[in-house]
Nanobody
């Protein structure tokens, strides 16, 4: 059974940091492109960052220089380090595993940036 389990969300003040984790089981992790997406109320889900099987990364312009995605193939883990958080980063953050043509999603973790 494939499972993607996100953790690490919460409430943080503007300028603060959070570290999200996605723990993956039930699929050949190292072959998958792993990504973090987010969805704010009333908005479409959008890509935040992804990391390919060879370690190359892509970031949304809005998070470049503030967020860092990485992967630990030994532990099937995908951390997302988020620094200098802004109120507009508030959203539910979802982990995604992609290996064409399949996509797998986690249940999401809430991130709220507010003073």
């Amino acid at each position: 059974q494939v499972q993607l389990v996100e953790s690490g969300g919460g409430l943080v003040q503007p300028g603060g940091s959070l570290r999200l984790f996605c723990e993956v089981s039930g699929l050949p992790f190292r072959f998958h492109v792993m990504g973090w997406y987010r969805q704010a109320p009333g908005k479409q889900r959008e890509l935040v960052a992804n990391i390919s099987s060879d370690g190359s990364t892509t970031y949304a312009d809005s998070v470049k220089g503030r967020f860092t995605i990485s992967r630990d193939n030994a532990k099937s883990l995908v951390p997302l380090q988020m620094n200098n958080l802004k109120p507009e980063d508030t959203a539910v953050y979802y982990c995604n595993a992609h290996w064409h043509p399949a996509d797998w999603w986690g249940q999401g973790t809430q991130v709220t940036v507010s003073s």
